[in-house]
């Protein structure tokens, strides 16, 4: 099968099919070679990885990935595409289609069963969609992940690159930053994809640690004071964090908390590293 990282082999593949887009998957097929080769170049893909396609589409990164990784699991919500799939990856046996929602798959198994609970490496063209809740749902269910290389709408990869003090910076930069070390790799044009999404494109790579960068003695804690801190970000902290009632914390503890760590009490939640926020909600006792 010839590759189908061009316009003309990719209309050719639609029309045999009579595919119709879905813009309720977040639809949007590659067709530039250039940037195929640039992912599979920057996400360091070797015949030892075992790599998880989210959204393979019609099969045109998954041709890449599966001739440069050992093995391949693609996971493809649309019923539509499984038999385009079958065809267009018949050549390669390291492959597995999978027809299933990725936000209810228990990707932990797939890893144990497929690479013997080892790390895997993520790479996709993401539905943009459900960006947030496939990065997070990830890292928060424990996969054991080596390294994710994703393409995202390009504010996102920002925010998710983002430190302290800038207007991106939010609980996304710090979720993501408490799990992973992200590097926005390149840009990508709308024009490189079928149909042409109406928003830019970037590709990340988020290397994930093998230790979080902080302690903390009760994750959820720090995520839900990080969630209060810029739900009301033009708020102090002293205000977002005492007017959130599910946090149940007085002016007072926050006050005291602030003092302890020498920061000014006006200061707000966008001005604090990760390190800061886990002292934090260390301090403050609910
Ligand atoms: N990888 C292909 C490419 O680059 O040409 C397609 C990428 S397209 C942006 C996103 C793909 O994710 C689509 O094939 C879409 O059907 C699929 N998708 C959307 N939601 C999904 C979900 N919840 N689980 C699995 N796949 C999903």
Do not use: W
């Not at 639809?27 to 075992?50: G, M």
């Not at 999404?197 to 804690?221: C, F, H, K, M, W």
Request: aromatic share 8%; net charge negative.
């Amino acid at each position: 099968m010839a590759y189908l990282g061009n316009p003309s082999r990719t209309a050719e593949v639609l029309k045999k099919y009579q595919f119709h887009f879905q813009k309720r998957y977040g639809q949007n097929f590659l067709i530039d070679s250039h940037i195929l080769e640039k992912i599979i170049q920057v996400s360091h893909i070797t015949e030892k990885d075992f790599v998880l396609e989210i959204g393979p589409g019609i099969g045109t990164m998954t041709q890449y990935l599966a001739e440069s990784a050992g093995g391949v699991a693609a996971v493809e919500i649309d019923k539509s595409l499984i038999p385009i799939l079958e065809e267009t990856l018949a050549d390669y046996d390291n492959v597995t289609i999978i027809h299933e929602d990725i936000l209810k798959m228990d990707i932990r198994a797939l890893a144990e069963e497929k690479n013997n609970g080892r790390p895997v490496k993520v790479v996709a063209n993401l539905p943009y969609y459900i960006t947030t809740p496939i990065i997070m749902g990830l890292f928060e269910s424990h996969v054991p992940l080596e390294s994710i290389t994703v393409m995202v709408q390009k504010e996102v990869a920002d925010r998710m690159q983002a430190g302290p003090g800038t207007k991106d910076y939010g609980a996304l930069s710090l979720a993501v930053q408490y799990y992973a070390r992200p590097e926005v790799m390149f840009m990508v044009s709308p024009s490189c994809f079928m149909p042409r999404p109406t928003v830019g494109s970037a590709v990340i790579r988020l290397v994930r640690y093998q230790e979080n960068p902080v302690t903390v003695t009760d994750e959820a804690r720090m995520f839900a004071m990080i969630k209060a801190a810029f739900g009301q970000r033009r708020k102090t902290l002293i205000n977002s964090l005492s007017h959130a009632p599910a946090l149940g914390i007085s002016k007072g503890q926050i006050t005291d908390a602030l003092e302890k760590m020498q920061l000014d009490c006006n200061i707000r939640g966008e001005a604090l590293t990760l390190e800061q926020f886990a002292r934090l909600s260390m301090l403050i006792s609910f």
